[in-house]
Structure formats: C-alpha cells, structure tokens
C-alpha cells in the first residue's frame, strides 16, 4: 500500500504487505530529514534518518529515500505488522535548533 | 535506559488560569525541546534550551514563557489559559543540541475548561 501524492491522512495495509508513507517537505536548507512513529497517547518515536547528501538509507525493515529535485521524503516499511500502527511523522531541520513536522499519516495494518 | 520525564502527565485548568509543566531530561542530556500538538495535528515547535540559555523560539504565545535550570530540567509556564491551549505538551532532550537524535517524553495533556 502507498499514500498517493504527496500526503494522505491514512493509509491502510494488510499485515504483511509493504507501506510506503510519502512526505513533502519546504525547506531545502534542512540538513537532516527524520521519520518519527507516534502511538496513540505517546510521544513521537524516532525511526530513522537520513542526511541531505544522501538519497537512501536503510534500517532494520524500514528504508528512507530523498528526493531532493521535487523536495520529497518517503519511507517505506517491509512486511508491515499489526504493531506498525501508528501515525507517521516527517520533519526536517530548517535550522539548527528547530525540529519542523510534517502532517502525519495514520498507518491501520489490518490481519 | 531512562527516558524524558515530564510531569503532570494530565493537568486540567479553567480558563485564565495558570500552568506550570515540567520535563527532566535523559541523564547528561543538555538541550530540551517543547512542541504542543493540537488534537489530530503535528506536533508544533515552542522553544528550545541549550546549556540553559534560549535557542531557538517557535510559535509560542507571549503569555508562555520557560527556562531551563541548572540541572537541565525545564519548565513551561503557561499564564491566562485558552481554550485551545488544550494540547498535548511535549518535551524532548538531545545531547550538545543535536537536532536530529531527539528523545520524546509521554508527554503532559492539558485541558483547559
């Protein structure tokens, strides 16, 4: 499953298919771009990042990739489980000292 | 491995009142974040502390203010309470400022009535 263009409120998978979770950022001065997961009633949980001179990045089933030329940030997430959802923030770092978010995603993996 | 702090974790205020919400960083943690996040929206940067000494300063009203103190806790005071302050409050910590390795706390949800 994937959120088509660039943002979606909710996407919703079944367990063990692959998501893709898009994000637009504005900022092309951000340094660094992060992936955070936030459980209803929690606070944002950081999954990966990925520096402004890279384009992929790749962790434990989940893999980043930045588009610079259309200024696009997108995670995708193998075998997703029921424990993956979650609503998904992108942010990126305009400055040195502010964290800026996107609008999330609400990822429902149903089995 | 000890996390962010942050206390009250639920506070219930009328309005025009006052708040005080606190966050203790993770051990050896020098820099504190506070970003508020309205009920379905993304968390909103507020300001942030390095070294006890203001940062950087988002979209925080002026009847807002915090201070980081010397053992790196921080306090958010919030004075004259809206309604739509009611949020929930978020503070995180990162080692020497690093924007990007930031832990967040559970958070402080406050309503206001």
């Known amino acids: 499953g994937e959120s088509v263009g660039l943002h979606l409120p909710t996407l919703s998978v079944q367990e063990g298919d692959n998501s893709i979770i898009n994000c637009a950022y504005s900022?092309?001065?951000?340094?660094?771009f992060i992936w955070y997961k936030q459980e209803s009633g929690k606070g944002p949980q950081f999954i990966i990042d990925?520096?402004?001179?890279?384009d992929k990045r790749q962790g434990q089933r989940v893999t980043v990739l930045l588009n610079k030329t259309v200024k696009h940030l997108s995670l995708q997430i193998a075998a997703t489980q029921p424990g993956d959802s979650a609503v998904y923030f992108c942010?990126?770092?305009?400055?040195?000292?502010?964290?800026?978010f996107g609008k999330g995603t609400t990822l429902s993996v149903s089995s | 491995a000890a996390g962010v702090i942050q206390s009250p974790r639920h506070l219930i205020k009328e309005k025009r009142e006052t708040a005080t919400l606190k966050c203790y960083p993770i051990p050896r943690h020098d820099t504190v974040y506070w970003y508020q996040q309205g009920p379905g929206q993304d968390p909103q940067f507020l300001i942030s502390?390095?070294?006890?000494?203001?940062?950087d300063k988002g979209s925080i009203p002026d009847r807002f203010s915090a201070q980081q103190f010397s053992d790196y806790h921080s306090e958010l005071n919030m004075s004259s309470l809206e309604l739509g302050d009611s949020a929930l409050y978020f503070c995180?910590?990162?080692?020497?400022?690093?924007?990007?390795?930031?832990?967040f706390g559970p958070g402080t949800r406050l309503t206001v009535t």
């Open positions: 995180a910590s990162s080692l020497g400022g690093r924007l990007y390795e930031q832990y």
């Open positions: 942010a990126e770092t305009p400055s040195r000292t502010a964290l800026i």
């Open positions: 900022n092309s001065a951000s340094d660094y």
């Open positions: 990925i520096r402004s001179n890279m």
């Open positions: 502390f390095y070294e006890k000494m203001q940062s």
